[in-house]
């Protein structure tokens, strides 16, 4: 609100509309509250998601959904504070015996 408007409000007694703090509705969010609701489960689930790309697809071809890469990593990452099921790599070369080893000595 500009000073020349709030002036007019202020003389013609409007002091209710001076008080009020207005927001804009802002934008819609492109995925509906209930899509990501069932986002969160199938990420909750045991077998979940590898990767955005595949978040991408599913969402594409269940709910006809267009959503860039970025848009999905915000959703899923900071609305919906989920994480990929995704283990640590391993070198195949690495046997398991060192690594149960390794375990079981570094428990002390």
Same mark, same amino acid.
Not at 7 to 14: E, F, V
Not at 81 to 87: N, R, S
């Given at each position: 609100m500009t000073i020349s408007r709030w002036?007019?409000?202020?003389?013609? +007694?409007?002091l209710e509309n001076l008080f009020t703090i207005s927001t804009s509705p802002g934008r819609q969010s492109l995925i509906s509250e209930t899509v990501k609701d069932k986002l @969160? +489960?199938?990420l909750e689930d045991s077998e979940g998601f590898d990767s955005y790309t595949e978040i991408h697809q599913w969402l594409h071809s269940?709910?006809?959904i267009q959503a860039s890469y970025g848009t999905i990593?915000?959703?899923v990452r900071f609305q919906l @504070?989920?994480?990929? @099921?995704?283990?640590s790599p391993v070198n195949i070369k690495q046997g398991k015996e060192p690594v149960n080893?390794? @375990?079981k000595n570094s428990q002390n």
């Open positions: 002036l007019s409000q202020y003389r013609q +007694g409007r @969160k +489960g199938e269940i709910y006809d990593y915000r959703i @504070k989920a994480k990929l @099921k995704v283990p080893n390794f @375990k």
